[in-house]
């Protein structure tokens, strides 16, 4: 038996998603597509998808830019960029997947190509059969969203809401806003247009196993729910640590957004809501949503003096990461030489709720550290009394709940055992579960995940309207502590170590240290 693709199921490239419900017909429709997301993330997601039989054989792609570029243009673009990290099945199966691809010229702004793009569209429902049902991936600089999803309302482009069948949905990317009143009032530009149940707001985060797995571990499990609490946990530290500076000329983007922006109102907060929600009443994605957008409620409305004292800043100098050399932050191209955006964000919150009040969350996230590394550490109370012998520096490391997000993707519980011998010494071990070695194979890329789900219509891995308000609450308190007039300036870091000195003085009040993950 052979898929859409004309490619045996047995296909031994199985970082796709194995192969579940296959989406309705549809055409997806990329604008961006000349830019890096496109060439990264969606193109392979969506070529892993097919190859793995999850996509509809009635699929279009459809590619939508100022270039005056031709089908044949487009698709020897992408060619070129998927073809690099392809599996040896590439060349069979490529020219199946670039029959698909369709290009359509037309500047954001300018209802002719929204014209030609209806035009087109409705071709390919006659000749691919796509039926009428569109996906739209706004894979663009923000300040066009607006404008985007105005034209496509205004040419006819986007259906009634109440419409099941043909579906018109659209996917944005982030940054969705840049404050509280900004995010707000592209919600309201985007309700115009469409209502809440089209609307898709991607956070790839959520799409990574690993971040789906904590779900699976807290509610697939009857063992940890019950000690999952104030009573009996002492601490959670999410740490998101990137080696990465700024790569691919991203200088420009992120020195208008910064670390707070860029990773912890979305990323960050997701990690947040899955670790502390309360148990939804099924997985519907109304009841996981409603779960996780009352963790967000849940922080605390702090003053401008509250953040000075719970939130660290910093930025990286020049270091060396891994034996090489590399410059600061004010050094890099694209960004201000007397830049104040931060590289570097750590803060101490805790969530004003039955469960968690008193317990401290830290959250840290930062480019330039020594390695890659993103991990939930859930600290478990120690025992009550201690009658073993535990040396002082090594109580902490036990009792401790790590879920590895990535890399060497898995979880690890520490706990005391006895040292053998006639001493009632105790040591540190570890159970420890990995991915690779449980199922044989690395987890699929979460852009597969995330894509194949919009096709189905499930919106449970997407940010809700008043999620994404309730974060930015949050974070815009930060924001306009850090604007206000004698706000500390971020403090330096060198490029290579675990951040500022600060951010362990964040801590220390509590007793903990940060973990070198
Ligand atoms: C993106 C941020 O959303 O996430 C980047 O804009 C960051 O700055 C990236 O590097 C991290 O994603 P991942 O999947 O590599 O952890």
């Keep these: 038996m052979t898929d859409s693709l004309g490619v045996a199921d047995a296909n031994p490239l199985r970082q796709s998603l194995p192969r579940t419900r296959v989406p309705e017909p549809c055409a997806v429709v990329l604008f961006g597509v000349t830019g890096d997301l496109t060439h990264r993330k969606l193109v392979p997601a969506l070529y892993h998808l097919a190859l793995g039989g999850n996509l509809p054989s009635e699929c279009a792609i459809v590619g939508f830019a100022r270039r005056d570029w031709t089908d044949e243009q487009l698709r020897s673009e992408l060619e070129k960029s998927l073809s690099k990290g392809a599996g040896p099945d590439f060349a069979e199966a490529w020219p199946e997947f670039a029959n698909r691809i369709a290009f359509v010229s037309g500047t954001f702004d300018d209802p002719a190509g929204y014209a030609r793009l209806k035009e087109r569209l409705d071709q390919l429902d006659a000749t691919y059969g796509t039926r009428g049902n569109r996906l739209y991936y706004l894979a663009v600089s923000p300040e066009y969203f607006s404008t985007i999803i105005d034209h496509l309302g205004k040419a006819g482009l986007v259906y009634p809401s109440q419409q099941d069948s043909p579906w018109s949905r659209v996917v944005i990317e982030k940054p969705f806003g840049h404050d509280l009143a900004s995010a707000r009032a592209l919600n309201r530009d985007i309700s115009q247009v469409l209502d809440e149940s089209q609307v898709y707001r991607i956070d790839h985060y959520l799409g990574k196993e690993t971040v789906q797995n904590i779900l699976a571990l807290r509610f697939g499990n009857a063992i940890f729910e019950p000690i999952w609490n104030r009573r009996h946990v002492a601490s959670v530290q999410i740490t998101v640590a990137e080696e990465l500076g700024m790569a691919g000329g991203r200088g420009g983007y992120y020195d208008t957004s910064g670390a707070l922006r860029d990773m912890v109102q979305n990323h960050l907060m997701q990690l947040l809501c899955l670790v502390a929600m309360e148990p939804p009443v099924d997985l519907s994605a109304d009841a996981v949503r409603n779960e996780r957008v009352k963790v967000l409620d849940a922080l605390p409305k702090w003053t ?214």
């Design 304 to 517: 401008a003096e509250d953040v000075d004292k719970y939130v660290v800043r910093g930025q990286y100098t020049a270091g060396s990461i891994q034996g090489k050399d590399v410059p600061g932050y004010l050094e890099e191209k694209g960004v201000k030489p007397d830049s104040r955006t931060e590289t570097y964000v750590a803060l101490r919150v805790t969530l004003d709720n039955w469960r968690w009040a008193g317990v401290p969350f830290y959250l840290r996230t930062a480019k330039r550290l020594p390695k890659r590394a993103s991990e939930i550490a859930i600290q478990f109370r120690q025992p009550p009394t201690q009658m073993f012998e535990v040396e002082a520096d090594e109580a902490d490391g036990a009792n401790l709940l790590i879920l590895r997000i990535q890399p060497n993707e898995g979880a690890s519980l520490a706990f005391q055992a006895k040292v053998p011998g006639s001493r009632r010494r105790l040591q540190e071990v570890r159970m420890d579960f990995r991915y690779g070695t449980a199922f044989a194979t690395p987890p699929p890329e979460a852009y597969e995940r995330l894509l194949l789900d919009v096709m189905l219509g499930d919106p449970t891995l997407y940010t809700r309207t008043d999620a994404v308000e309730s974060a930015w609450r949050f974070c815009t308190t930060i924001l306009d502590a850090w604007n206000r007039e004698g706000a500390p300036p971020p403090v330096p870091y060198p490029a290579g170590t675990w951040g500022p000195d600060s951010a362990e003085k964040l801590v220390e009040g509590d007793g903990v240290t940060w973990r070198r993950v």
